[in-house]
């Protein structure tokens, strides 16, 4: 069965520092993957996607991911976090089929 | 409105009572899901609804849930006899058709004592 892995449960940063979010896939087909983010309070909603193309894409609030095949991977990724990226973020995968698979999330609080 | 509407927001029950939730899709969207999201548990799919196809209900954890869409557009997820494991936010959400980005609603805290 498809699943999805996120590695970091919680991570805490500084404002300034980089962000980077682990996420893998299983299954050996093609794929759609995404980033949702749910800020407090607030519903899930899109951050970025990746259907074919270009393996690096940019999202909103200068989110970016990249989609590296051979390792099954579409990590998440910024440069400089603000104290607003408090969120918790969610990779989802969906292949050939309509059934879009949720990763655990990753809580990410930034002191600022 | 022009976005996915959940009811209620908020609902606390007694376990064994049963309890209906309501989505409400983006005009227009052919598809609709609902995903169940616990605490530590990421978001877990329950059921999904395409045109006037047979729903995928493959994600059910019991009998006890079940689900109705009306007329290819409003949802209703109903949980009979709750348990207390039943506590969790029910999220829907919508899409136009295809695999594309999904809407979702805010959500339904369902808390059962």
């Known amino acids: 069965a498809q699943s999805v892995s996120q590695h970091n449960h919680h991570v805490i940063l500084s404002e300034a520092a980089s962000l980077e979010l682990g996420c893998n896939y299983s299954?050996?087909?093609?794929?759609?993957l995404f980033w949702y983010v749910q800020y407090p309070g607030q519903h899930l909603q899109l951050l970025l996607k990746?259907?074919?193309?270009?393996?690096l894409v940019k999202g909103i609030k200068g989110f970016e991911a990249e989609f590296i095949k051979s390792k099954f991977s579409f990590n998440l990724r910024k440069p400089s976090v603000q104290w607003s990226d408090t969120a918790e973020y969610f990779c989802?995968?969906?292949?050939?089929?309509?059934?879009?698979?949720f990763g655990t999330g990753t809580r990410l609080k930034v002191l600022a | 409105g022009a976005g996915v509407s959940q009811s209620p927001s908020n609902k606390v029950t007694e376990k064994g009572k049963d309890v209906e939730l309501r989505c409400d899709p983006i005009?227009?969207?052919?598809?609709l899901y609902w995903y169940r999201q616990s605490l530590g548990q990421g978001l877990e799919f329950l059921i999904y609804f395409q045109g006037n196809s047979a729903p995928d209900k493959s994600g059910l954890p019991s009998d006890r849930f079940s689900a109705e869409r009306t007329g290819g557009s409003v949802s209703t997820l109903t949980i009979q006899r709750t348990q207390q494991e039943d506590s969790a936010v029910y999220l829907c959400?919508?899409?136009?058709?295809?695999?594309?980005?999904?809407?979702f609603g805010e959500g339904s805290r369902l808390t059962v004592l």
């Open positions: 299954y050996g087909g093609t794929v759609n």
């Open positions: 959400a919508s899409i136009p058709d295809g695999a594309g980005e999904l809407f």
């Open positions: 005009s227009g969207h052919t598809a």
């Open positions: 989802a995968v969906v292949s050939g089929t309509y059934k879009y698979i």
């Open positions: 990746y259907f074919s193309g270009d393996p």
